[in-house]
């Protein structure tokens, strides 16, 4: 299994600024993926991102409003960038071992 | 486009009342079937993986099963702590990329 930790936990954040979400793994991974949950719904993928390559993006989700880093094999970020209400949501990284996928305990934003 | 449904989306059980919840699934490249339990303010906790029609998997008084189409996951004599909502999760390969749906889950209710 994964240990993962996200800081903030929490945070309120005004609109128009930006906030940067950080991920740490207790292992080394290949890959990390970044989800958002939006409140009453389920998980949607943002970005799969791999160590040393550019984040992949998935429709709807674009690098300039959601750029991440991944500068080594246990640690990501995840900035939510010129935020709106929309926003609003809770941020989830995850790593996968073998065929297991594991989560870390979400970030909840929300933008006034 | 790969598509998960969950059914139903709410249960509420009597302590010691047996049931099962729905994943149903179309997508091409399935790798994997992953079942998750989430709590309120959490992120999803792994509970299963299935990988071929036919497989099951047992966790207490969960169990899984899979066949071409649909997942499973039997509750029998679910206690109050089982309570939460279950995620069900595509894994698939795509475009040489691969990407986990999720399911808009089911949320259990179990009264003492």
């Known amino acids: 299994s994964a240990v993962i930790s996200q800081k903030p936990s929490r945070d309120i954040c005004q609109r128009g600024t930006s906030l940067t979400i950080q991920c740490q793994v207790d292992?080394?991974?290949?890959?990390m993926f970044w989800y958002r949950q939006q409140p009453g719904q389920s998980l949607t993928l943002i970005a799969t991102?791999?160590?040393?390559?550019?984040?992949?993006?998935e429709s709807g989700f674009v690098i300039d409003k959601f750029p991440i880093s991944r500068p080594n094999l246990t640690f990501s970020t995840l900035t939510v960038s010129n935020m709106s209400p929309e926003d609003s949501s809770i941020y989830l990284c995850?790593?996968?071992?073998?065929?297991?996928?594991?989560f870390g305990p979400g970030t909840r934003l929300t933008v006034t | 486009e790969d598509q998960v449904t969950q059914s139903p989306e709410a249960l509420r059980l009597q302590e010691g009342e047996s049931s099962s919840l729905n994943c149903s699934y179309t997508?091409?490249?399935?790798?994997?079937l992953f079942w998750y339990r989430q709590d309120p303010g959490k992120g999803p906790e792994f509970l299963f993986t299935?990988?071929?029609a036919g497989e099951e998997k047992e966790k207490e008084r969960l169990k899984a099963t899979l066949t071409k189409k649909e997942s499973f996951l039997h509750i029998t004599a679910p206690k109050p702590e089982d309570s939460a909502t279950y995620l069900c999760?595509?894994?698939?390969?795509?475009?040489?990329?691969?990407?986990?749906?999720f399911g808009t889950g089911t949320k259990l209710q179990v009264i003492p």
């Open positions: 997508v091409s490249g399935l790798r994997g």
């Open positions: 995850s790593v996968e071992l073998g065929y297991e996928q594991y």
């Open positions: 299935l990988y071929s």
């Open positions: 292992s080394q991974v290949t890959m």
């Open positions: 991102a791999n160590q040393g390559s550019e984040a992949t993006y």
């Open positions: 999760a595509v894994h698939v390969l795509s475009g040489g990329y691969q990407k986990v749906t």
